[in-house]
């Protein structure tokens, strides 16, 4: 059973808050500061890289994600991520990055490639569900931009491409799921939109229903698929299961203030970059890294769980939940999170006799 207690870290780094796309549903647009940097210069980048290392000597591996606004608007800032991270010890540090695929060139195919970036694409559906709620500042469509970007990155970098999917309203989980499998991509991923109930992408009562029976559809196909010994392409149960099968109690959400951080354009340094509030700010990039890692101990120390958290019986698998998501949509998150350890437990029980048959989802098959 591998050790899930290594001490790898991920940190966001927006980039830039600038975007490209005007999405309906974005909840990222409502944090984008009007006042500091709008994009991340490269010698901020170089010195994210270098505070991380010198910061975080307990932290075995770091994965830097980028994030935004759309970081491909920012090249020279990517590069210079990159090119100082390959400074740094062999297995210090790799990439991951967010983005809605609607950029690509020679030069960013080539950045991409060197980086070996997971690259988690935003791609809704069909160019009729996609193109609905995704396009440009100008209102033009994007999903033909998106098909082209990652057929390119397939054909021409070593990236591994996970699909990442917004359930809303009018297109549901199971709609999501058959399409992201029809695609070239390594990985999948459909979650519903976050976003308060009385939003107009919101699922409605009947469709949070079918989204649970979804789930429940979605937990069968993977243990179908680790019944085959394949690792399942969706792999949202992964973690849970692994942590079941160890019998070990999450205390936490994430690692937000102790292995995860976050760092705006202009070089704040916050637990996650999707807590961008100056309650939670935590210093500055330029700062000597012990400062931000000591205030990022308090902040954690100062946190915990929520009251309501103290009698349920997913808390361990949980974490408490995300404290960015759980304020905005408050009890919907928590059920989502109680039908995920359902989801989580349902697999861990047909593999109750053969637990071998599990490691795929620790990558060992």
């Not at 970098?157 to 549901?172: D, E, H, I, N």
């Not at 916050?270 to 700010?281: E, F, G, I, S, T």
């Not at 697999?347 to 599990?358: K, Q, V």
Request: charged share 25%; proline share 6%; with cysteine.
């Amino acid at each position: 059973m591998p050790d899930l207690g290594l001490p790898n870290g991920e940190v966001l780094v927006a980039t830039t808050w600038e975007c490209n796309l005007r999405c309906a549903y974005c909840f990222v647009k409502e944090q984008t500061q009007a006042a500091g940097a709008r994009h991340m210069s490269a010698q901020t980048a170089r010195r994210v890289i270098d505070a991380l290392d010198e910061g975080l000597p307990h932290v075995e591996s770091i994965c830097v994600h980028l994030y935004g606004g759309e970081p491909l608007t920012n090249i020279p800032a990517m590069g210079a991520l990159v090119e100082q991270a390959r400074r740094k010890a062999a297995g210090r540090f790799n990439f991951a990055i967010t983005t809605n695929g609607s950029i690509c060139s020679d030069e960013l195919l080539e950045l991409l490639d060197r980086g070996r970036f997971q690259v988690i694409l935003s791609i809704d559906g069909p160019a009729e569900v996609h193109d609905a709620c995704r396009r440009t500042a100008g209102g033009r469509p994007t999903h033909a931009r998106v098909l082209e970007f990652l057929r390119a990155v397939r054909a021409r970098t070593r990236c591994r491409v996970r699909g990442s999917a917004v359930v809303r309203s009018g297109w549901s989980l199971a709609e999501a799921e058959r399409y992201l499998r029809s695609l070239p991509v390594h990985s999948i991923k459909a979650q519903a939109v976050r976003v308060p109930r009385d939003d107009p992408f919101a699922l409605s009562a009947p469709e949070r229903e079918r989204y649970f029976a979804d789930l429940e559809g979605v937990a069968d196909q993977v243990i179908g698929e680790l019944e085959a010994g394949r690792a399942p392409r969706d792999d949202r149960f992964s973690n849970r299961v692994l942590q079941l099968l160890a019998g070990r109690s999450r205390e936490r959400f994430c690692g937000a203030g102790e292995t995860t951080f976050g760092f705006t354009p202009e070089g704040t340094v916050l637990p996650c970059v999707l807590l961008d509030d100056p309650a939670h700010r935590l210093g500055h990039v330029a700062e000597p890294p012990a400062r931000w890692v000591a205030a990022g101990a308090r902040w954690r120390a100062a946190g915990g769980r929520r009251a309501e958290c103290a009698s349920c019986a997913d808390a361990p698998l949980c974490g408490g939940g995300c404290p960015a998501i759980v304020p905005v949509c408050g009890a919907d998150e928590c059920e989502m999170v109680h039908h995920n350890c359902a989801m989580a437990r349902k697999i861990l029980a047909h593999f109750s006799d053969r637990p071998e048959d599990l490691l795929p989802l620790a990558g060992i098959e």
